[in-house]
């Protein structure tokens, strides 16, 4: 069961959930993700790494997952604009070139954003083959 106060369980769950499609082919939950959001592995593994240990800077995202800064940039670009993930400025920058942190979505929040936004999904499709008949 997806549990929303533990970050570890709930993303390895959803990462691993399948479900069973009307051809009888079974499919995983997280490549509908990474279809509907439009994420890279990388995109996902940097979610997945932010959810897991809480609050990073690029460079510090750079070393655990071993990417380049360029990817990691490229990667919280993309989770920022979709609202998964909140850039704020890091309170020890001192001077010159702000230094920024990311801070993941909570787990219960991007569940329920990935949950309504997957039955609007379903609605427009619904919509679209109504309309061809």
């Given amino acids: 069961m997806l549990s929303t106060g533990d970050y570890h369980v709930g993303l390895e769950e959803l990462q691993n959930v399948r479900v069973r499609l009307p051809s009888g082919r079974e499919a995983r939950v997280a490549d509908a993700i990474s279809f509907c959001y439009d994420l890279s592995d990388t995109d996902i593994s940097v979610l997945k790494e932010l959810l897991q240990q809480g609050i990073k800077s690029e460079d510090e995202l750079a070393e655990a997952l071993k990417l380049s800064k360029a990817s990691i940039n490229r990667s919280v670009n993309k989770l920022t604009s979709l609202g ?27 569940l329920e954003r990935m949950r309504r936004d997957f039955s609007y999904c379903a609605e427009i499709f619904s919509k679209a083959i109504i309309s061809l008949t």
């Fill in 84 to 110: 998964f993930v909140e850039r704020v400025k890091d309170p020890n920058s001192k001077g010159g070139r702000p230094r920024y942190l990311y801070k993941p979505m909570p787990m219960e929040q991007l």
